[in-house]
């Protein structure tokens, strides 16, 4: 089973980027959207005209996507309910409800037999129920979006500095290595940093908190906001 999350690349970028690990995005088997900012679901209508993938996401989510960035004409969606546990042969993927800003946004645990994936970016804050999803997952992304003093001190208007940092924002690289400190478990098998802000933040500094923090217990990578990155398997 092959499934891609988001859409918030263009179709070339992602026929490409897959190519290279020897993928063939036309046998992706479905694309999962989380919410409706444009970094993450502007192109979905190109991914399912051009390639022909199922595109997976709530009504609302497409409704505020088309508003936004007009996705275009789709004739295959398939809608859910946030919360609700999407299946795909032996692979099912539960979706989480966030209080991230997007319009009904879901972050994602994908399971398949006793193996559990997590895909949480775009969080909002550290939510109730956060450190027990952790605490079950074999691997994870996860949102490790700004630093702080960085935030502070950078180009940002104050008024998207408050949007950052409030409760429908986005998590920092502390609060990130925080939860993970306090909720995975020791057999988490690694932990990729994603979604670092390009202004905010930087690999490197995202690194040395996690590392500062966790105490190298858990093997770390940063998702490249400009390539691919390498495989990682659960």
């Not at 679901?41 to 997976?56: N, T």
């Not at 994870?140 to 104050?158: A, K, Q, R, T």
């Not at 986005?170 to 098998?189: D, P, R, V």
């Amino acid at each position: 089973m092959k499934l891609l999350f988001d859409a918030g690349i263009s179709g070339i970028k992602a026929e490409e980027r897959l190519a290279m690990y020897g993928r063939d995005i036309r046998k992706v088997d479905a694309v999962i959207i989380s919410h409706d900012h444009a970094d993450h679901i502007c192109c979905a209508g190109v991914f399912q005209r051009k390639y022909g993938l199922p595109v997976y996401a709530t009504r609302q989510t497409i409704a505020a996507g088309n508003a936004r960035c007009s996705l275009g004409k789709m004739d295959y969606i398939c809608n859910f309910d946030s919360g609700e546990r999407i299946k795909f042969g032996k692979v099912s993927v539960q979706t989480i409800p966030t209080p991230h800003d997007g319009e009904d946004g879901v972050a994602f645990v994908v399971e398949k037999g006793s193996k559990r994936l997590g895909i949480l970016t775009d969080l909002g804050h550290v939510f109730n129920g956060l450190n027990e999803i952790i605490s079950s997952l074999d691997a994870v992304f996860i949102e490790s979006n700004y630093d702080p003093e960085m935030l502070e001190n950078g180009p940002y208007p104050p008024f998207l500095k408050k949007r950052i940092q409030g409760p429908g924002g986005h998590i920092s690289n502390i609060e990130a290595a925080q939860l993970l400190s306090s909720s995975a478990k020791k057999g988490l098998k690694w932990v990729c940093l994603a979604h670092l802000s390009e202004q905010n933040n930087h690999p490197e500094v995202a690194l040395r908190t996690h590392q500062a923090i966790l105490n190298k217990t858990h093997p770390l990578y940063v998702a490249n906001r400009y390539t691919v990155s390498e495989i990682l398997t659960v």
